[in-house]
């Protein structure tokens, strides 16, 4: 298979004689090639290789008039790097209780002077305690050549992919699991517990301070270190009958460490979000018509706000400048995120081949704020107010979809 | 009155009716944001500026720290200075193994004269105040680099009048930072604009010219210039720290909503405070625009 992906967005405007242009793009080229075959020896045999070349542009700035001035062109140039993998698995089953599988995948990537070779080994064992009953555990690595830079300041639409380059390495993960799954006997009520631990090193972010808006020297802001992630996952399904649905919660810690962030001391996440639960329901009251519900449960995400400020005149003793005093690094948690949906599905008739299905609904349905970031407003009467405005509130919906 | 409304429906409503309900519904679902607690308290430490002054004294301005929620935007400049000034310490200077003592001259600013000035030399600064404990900071004194010669004039873009700079320096032999300000002075000064205002700074790096004699040209931005306006440019040659201190304020100048850009506590060379403590010495020079 051969495929061609664009990804990009441009924003434009022209003041008088200036006129600003940013733009962010991703291309990117690639085919893969996959052989499986189960005729082994009873053994399920799957391997395959992929390539591809990724064409960067990550913020791109480009100025004219006077503004060019008081902001230069970007200094990022479009970058360019190749990755290729290859990988071979095998699947089989050890006496009655025992299914393994064991994979290889060999992944690499090149830049202008410099290529990255990483194996990424996984394995699966699971072991049936009874029919109902089993044991799971898993291992794998993964390399990744294509990063995305996020914010720790705020929530942007706008995240930034940059691929590897001689200087900017590789994120790769361990990932440790083991699960115990039962399925309950009289009512085909599937209940799985889950812990896991992910190492995680190479990952990438901004040097604190870095200027997100405008900024022309990218790559310079650019910060690697590590990261590790652990948590427990309860999840209970129920897939038959007319009430089907799920329970899922997951209790959960992340973590980052960069040398140049904190003083080199480890600290939470942005996304470090210690309780995540759902309860996701579908009744089927007629031969046509089914109602569901969602309910979403997770902690706020974390967040570093301006808890101070010093005074300091300016260098030429005309003002006085306020200095932002920050808290540490991901100190604070916004508010929890929680929201209810409902919605009724109904299917038509259908014809021999063509298959049509209404959904309408309601998102969010008590109006709960998602926040994105805790900001400092005035009241209006020279006092000052901490906010927390939020996204994505009440939002009824009609959707249809068809198959032919 | 029709109480059958039997000629409600004659007309379908028009498509941009029903376009405006639908975007006033959604608007009316923006949510309400959410009631913030729980945000640590800043602890309140001194906060230490200095300036040499031109007969050559050195002065060294002393204010603490303060909330987040404290002044902002619209804040009374005057009011502010008055609640946070530090008038209480006893502010000493020690270089080449004497101490010089600095005397309070009122508002948080204390000075001190006959303090001898010895360029690449080191001086510390130590602050004990009664109510908010006790820093210290070392600097060293950069040399004072003069202009060779300065000129500031209007510029007209057809749209804007601004300011335009031109000035030549001879860079000493040594690793040298300097720092070039454009100030307006006005007779209608308003007060308010005293907070936060956009001073000019431009940062020069001698890397491409070390040793030898620079000259540049640049244009001044965020005020508009009239003929008559008094200007006056301030050269300094600074320390790396305060250059490096002052590159990141200047990434930071169009932070105006105060979220685009990563967090980040702003470097500072006093010992368990805020500010910094200079020695530079700047040359000024006034120009009426013409």
């Known amino acids: 298979m051969a495929y061609h992906s664009i990804f990009k967005y441009t924003i434009q405007n022209t003041f008088q004689d200036n006129r600003l242009y940013t733009s962010s793009n991703i291309d990117d080229f690639g085919g893969k090639w996959i052989l499986s075959t189960d005729s082994l020896g009873g053994l399920f045999f799957k391997s395959g290789v992929d390539i591809v070349k990724h064409q960067v542009s990550p913020n791109v700035i480009d100025t004219s008039g006077q503004l060019s001035n008081l902001l230069e062109s970007s200094s990022t140039q479009p970058q360019s790097a190749w990755e290729a993998s290859t990988f071979a698995q095998l699947d089989g089953n050890w006496k009655s209780r025992w299914r393994w599988s064991a994979g290889m995948r060999i992944s690499s990537g090149w830049v202008a002077n410099k290529t990255y070779v990483n194996p990424e080994p996984r394995l699966a064992l699971r072991y049936a305690i009874n029919e109902r009953t089993t044991l799971k555990a898993s291992y794998s690595r993964m390399t990744q050549y294509l990063h995305r830079v996020s914010s720790a300041a705020v929530a942007f639409p706008t995240d930034i992919w940059y691929p590897v380059t001689d200087s900017i390495q590789p994120q790769r993960s361990n990932q440790y699991s083991l699960a115990f799954q039962h399925t309950l006997p009289s009512s085909n009520v599937f209940v799985s517990v889950e812990g896991y631990y992910k190492t995680m090193d190479n990952l990438i972010g901004y040097r604190e301070g870095t200027n997100l808006f405008l900024n022309t020297k990218f790559e310079s802001a650019l910060i690697q270190g590590d990261g590790r992630a652990y948590g427990v996952e309860v999840l209970i399904k129920k897939e038959s009958g007319k009430l089907t649905g799920w329970i899922s919660y997951t209790l959960s810690w992340s973590e980052r460490q960069f040398a140049e962030i904190n003083n080199g001391q480890w600290y939470y996440a942005r996304y470090d979000r210690r309780h995540n639960a759902a309860v996701v329901a579908n009744y089927k009251f007629a031969k046509r018509w089914s109602f569901s519900a969602v309910w979403e449960f997770i902690s706020g995400s974390r967040f570093t706000p301006v808890i101070g400020q010093y005074a300091v005149p300016t260098a030429t003793l005309a003002g006085v400048n306020l200095v932002p005093v920050y808290a540490p690094i991901n100190s604070v948690r916004l508010a929890d995120t929680h929201r209810l949906d409902l919605g009724l599905k109904f299917k038509p008739m259908h014809f021999k081949k063509f298959q049509g299905e209404w959904f309408a609904g309601v998102y969010n349905v008590y109006n709960r704020a998602t926040p994105i970031g805790i900001m400092i407003q005035p009241n209006g009467d020279g006092t000052f107010k901490y906010v927390q405005p939020g996204l994505f509130g009440f939002m009824p919906f009609v959707s249809y979809g068809f198959t032919f | ?290």
């Open chain 2, 1 to 290: 009155m029709d109480l059958l409304f039997r000629n409600m429906n004659r007309k379908a409503p028009k498509p941009v009716l029903i376009i405006v309900s639908i975007s006033l519904l959604v608007m009316n679902c923006v949510p309400d944001p959410i009631p913030v607690n729980d945000i640590p308290k800043l602890q309140t430490q001194i906060v230490v500026s200095s300036q040499i002054l031109p007969n050559q004294s050195v002065s060294v301005f002393l204010t603490k720290s303060i909330g987040a929620l404290d002044a902002g935007r619209g804040s009374d400049v005057t009011e502010l200075i008055n609640e946070i000034v530090i008038n209480d310490a006893v502010v000493t200077l020690e270089h080449d193994g004497k101490i010089y003592n600095l005397g309070f001259v009122g508002s948080g600013a204390y000075a001190g004269s006959n303090i001898p000035l010895s360029f690449g030399k080191s001086y510390t600064l130590q602050v004990k105040s009664p109510a908010f404990g006790e820093v210290t900071s070392t600097t060293v004194a950069p040399r004072q680099v003069p202009f060779n010669s300065v000129d500031a004039s209007l510029y007209q873009t057809g749209y804007d009048s601004l300011a335009q700079v031109k000035y030549a320096l001879t860079d000493p032999p040594e690793k040298n930072y300097y720092m070039v300000n454009v100030q307006k002075f006005s007779r209608k000064q308003n007060v308010n604009s005293l907070l936060n205002p956009r001073l000019f700074i431009h940062l020069v790096k001698d890397d491409d010219f070390n040793g030898k004699e620079y000259n540049e040209e640049f244009k001044v931005f965020f005020q508009k210039y009239s003929k008559g306006d008094t200007v006056a440019v301030f050269m300094s040659n600074i320390s790396p720290e305060y250059f490096k201190y002052l590159s990141l304020r200047n990434d930071n100048r169009y932070n105006l909503a105060g979220f685009a850009s990563e967090p980040l506590n702003y470097p500072t060379n006093v010992q368990g405070g805020y500010g910094y403590f200079n020695l530079h010495v700047p040359d000024v020079r006034i120009f009426v625009m013409e």
